[in-house]
Structures are given as C-alpha cells and as structure tokens.
C-alpha cells in the first residue's frame, strides 16, 4: 500500500483520540487540496503548548490493526474498516518531510495493539528515538502510552517524547470492564501512577535526564455509557490530585458502524462535551470541586448555561460579593470574571477602590457579573428571581433591569 493511502487511512483513524487538542482552522483553497502553507491536510491538527502557543502537529495512527475488541471503538478487532500499519521508518520520514515544509511543527503518534503492548511500544518509542537521536528533531513529540506494556519501555518513550498520554478510556471501572473487558483501570492508573513518580524524581533531580518535561494527559468517552456528569467530573478531579495530569480530554461518543447493542444508538450533544470542559477548567483554576458543579437532575450539567454561572443561581446566598473587599477565592467564584480579571482587580483595589465603570475598562463579562457584585457606587437593586436570571443570561444578550 503507498504512504499516501496509508496516511489516508490512519489520519482518519487518529481523529477519535481527544487527548491532543484539536482547533478546527478555516481551510484557503476552493479546491479541497492542501495548498502550500496549508495546515488543514489529512492527519494535521493543532495543540496548544503550556505557553499558550498554537501548534501543528502531525497526527496519525502507527496502525488500526488491534488485538483488543474494544465495543466503543471504530478500530476494534472485529470491525471491518479499511486496515494499514505504517512502519516506523515511514512515520520518521513523514514527520521530516511535513516539518521542512513548515507544515508542522511536531507529531502526536498513537497506535492500535498488535502482537503485544510491548511489541507496540517498541515501534512507538523507535520513531520518537530515531525522530531525536539520528535526525536530530527538535520539535514537539506527543506518544500515546499503553499501559500494559514493560515500565522501561515507558522510561524510554518519556525520555524521547514531550508529552505522554494514557487514556482511561471511560469514566467508571465497571464501565470499563463492560465496553473493553481486555483493558483494566488498575493497569491503566499503575502506568499513570509511574509517570508521576518519575517526572516527580526528574524535577527533584537537577542533572537528571528529561522525562516527559510537559507532562501526561488522558481522555474520557463521554456518554458511551450511562455514567452522568458528576461521576466524570468526579474522575477527573481524582486523577489531577493522584496523578498530576496535565490534561483530561472529554470525547463525545460518537456511534460507529455495526455497532453493538449495548451502546447508544445516538451520540450525545456536543454541547455536553463543551460543559464538561468548561467544568474541567473550573476544577483546575478557580478552585471548584466536582461536587459543586453538576446540580442539574440526574447529576448533569446545564446545557443552557456554563456550570459557573448555574453554580451561582444555585447559591444566591453567596452574592453580591464586595469586589473592594472580597478575596480571591471569592471573585473567582463571580460569574463574568476570570483569573485575569480578578488578577487585575486586586492590582487595581490596592491603589483605589473599585468603580463599576472599572469592571468594563478591565473587559469582565459585565452581562453577568452585575447581578452577582457591588462596588463603591454599584449594587444590584432589588431581588431579582435565580429563574429570571437564568432565563436573561442563557438567551441574547440584554440589560438586566436591576436598580
């Protein structure tokens, strides 16, 4: 098979891994083909550095061949989709020949299981290994990790790649053992567990070699099974405390050919996926716990708004919170404010105190915030019912009528 059928093939493949952040960039050709410049091309995606650089990546499969039968997953071994394995020295060749072209600037490597784990990680750690130690690469490496294979060939793929990921797949342990029975959650958080304590002795080590210096991520199937969103978030929140992930990706299920019965037949909005990440950012900056954030029925989240904002509808008690004197913890709990705004307002209240007017000079939602602060010469007005408030905020922006 030729590389560009490969590619094809195993690009498309890659699509359904969350755990490299993807930004959907406009495509500039009429045509459909890739133009020079272009970074819209198969298997080119775009991940975010710890810096907040945007970055193209070379995203593919090794192969979609897999011994395991995962029921949730396109390239389980009993579907029939197009099969191709890529051998290493392609991979190398491939990601050299897109980086001298400026297409990329690195490559995020994944693959099914064939012959063994180890087998697997072998032909994984090789292209990141030939990628640094022959050719010299110096851009960004991103290697899936599976987490059944010899903890020295995870030692070496940490020492040649940037960033690992091992994906817990799904929220719940039975879950798990009902959609994938040949994985297992106590393997997979061994493999994350060992990460940690290695990139924990690195740091604690000046002279010691790098060991995946920005980190290990993971990702989550969202609504493959009947798990809500407090038990996900709730997943999350222990794998950040346990592991120190950098990252847990959410995957909105998405229903896949021949499937089986035990999966939906419908794919959850993509709205929920949005919510969780939203959930997801407020667990790791603003000092939210997962039992504070799904208060809907059921354990869900609202769709209609962001979980900040149904947070504090839910806790009217809370607000107006004093924005001259209130601390950190306090203003970042405000819907409209962010960790730059409230970063900003303490820098201003040192000097002088804080006007309204001052929250839109320093670009806070005004829209929400107002109902829920006061300042020297603002207070929001008489009771105003969590109910109206919702239904203001989640349609087309307006005034609410406060005084």
Not at 39 to 49: F, L, R
Not at 75 to 81: H, L, Y
Not at 174 to 186: F, H, N, T, W, Y
């Amino acid at each position: 098979m030729e590389v560009r059928r490969k590619l094809s093939i195993l690009a498309d493949a890659a699509k359904y891994d969350a755990s490299c952040a993807s930004s959907g960039a406009p495509r500039r050709t009429s045509s459909g083909e890739a133009g020079l410049g272009s970074t819209t091309g198969m298997g080119i995606c775009h991940s975010y550095a710890p810096d907040g650089r945007c970055i193209s990546l070379l995203k593919i499969l090794l192969t979609n061949f897999c011994l395991y039968d995962c029921t949730y997953c396109v390239n389980r071994r009993s579907s029939d989709v197009p099969r191709a394995r890529f051998t290493p020295d392609e991979v190398v060749a491939l990601t050299l020949d897109f980086y001298r072209r400026n297409y990329i600037e690195g490559l995020f490597l994944s693959s099914g299981i064939i012959r063994s784990p180890d087998y697997t990680m072998e032909q994984l750690v090789r292209v990141a290994k030939t990628l640094r130690d022959v050719h010299d690469f110096r851009g960004y490496i991103h290697l899936k990790t599976i987490p059944d294979a010899d903890s020295k060939l995870i030692d070496e793929a940490a020492r040649h790649a940037d960033r690992l990921s091992v994906n817990i797949e799904m929220p719940t342990s039975d879950g798990l053992a009902s959609l994938a029975p040949e994985k297992s959650v106590q393997t997979i958080k061994l493999a994350m567990g060992h990460i940690r304590m290695r990139r924990d002795e690195a740091k604690a080590e000046t002279r010691a070699p790098r060991y995946a210096p920005a980190g290990q991520s993971t990702q989550m199937i969202v609504g493959a099974d009947a798990s809500n969103d407090a038990t996900i978030l709730s997943t999350a929140e222990t794998l950040y405390a346990s592991y120190g992930l950098r990252r847990v990706y959410y995957s909105a299920f998405s229903p896949i050919p021949h499937a089986s019965s035990r999966l939906p037949a419908r794919a959850p909005p993509l709205l929920r996926e949005h919510r969780l990440y939203q959930a997801d950012w407020l667990l790791r900056f603003y000092g939210f716990r997962a039992s504070e954030l799904a208060v809907g029925e059921r354990g869900s989240l609202d769709l209609s708004i962001d979980p900040k904002l149904a947070w504090a509808l839910a806790n009217r008690e809370c607000f107006p919170v004093d924005v001259n004197t209130a601390d950190r913890e306090a203003l970042l709990r405000v819907p409209g404010l962010g960790v730059r705004n409230v970063k900003r307002l303490l820098a201003t209240r040192r000097v002088r105190s804080v006007r309204f007017a001052d929250l839109v000079k320093l670009r806070c939602d005004v829209r929400k915030a107002q109902a829920f602060v006061s300042t020297i010469d603002w207070h929001p007005g008489g009771e105003v019912q969590s109910c109206e408030l919702r239904n203001a905020l989640s349609e087309a922006p307006q005034q609410l009528a406060l005084l």
